[in-house]
Nanobody, 126 residues
């Protein structure tokens, strides 16, 4: 089973930067998908960025394109570099892992049996 542990959230002023990390442990297939969703109070969950571990394909949501970047290292840790943070980026960010990155209609569609981390709060203030 896969366990995901996130770190790196916090508070930052608008225009600032944060880096989120998500480490996967336990059994993982040779190729799988990891990434980040976020959810703000009263809003729907949004897939922010995803990357295929063992493949390298990436997805970044239009709402953060040009400001956020996703990467991973050889130890199955995924990073979300967030630059130029805006007030609307304030949300709980959740790491997720799925068998593959399914992008439909320009959005990351995650399976019901995907694995989730505990979440880390990102708060952007003016």
């Amino acid at each position: 089973d896969v366990t995901l542990v996130e770190s790196g959230g916090g508070s930052v002023q608008a225009g600032g930067s944060l880096t989120l990390s998500c480490a996967a442990s336990g059994y993982t297939p040779g190729s799988f998908c990891m990434g980040w969703f976020r959810q703000a109070p009263g809003k729907e969950r949004e897939g922010v960025a995803a990357i295929t571990i063992g493949g390298g394909n990436t997805y970044v949501a239009d709402s953060v394109k040009g400001r956020f970047a996703i990467s991973h290292d050889n130890a199955k840790t995924v990073y979300l570099q967030m630059n130029g943070l805006k007030l609307e980026d304030t949300a709980m960010y959740y790491c997720a892992a799925d068998r593959e990155c399914t992008i439909l209609g320009g959005q990351w569609r995650i399976a019901d049996n995907a694995r989730w981390g505990q979440g880390t709060q990102v708060t952007v203030s003016s």
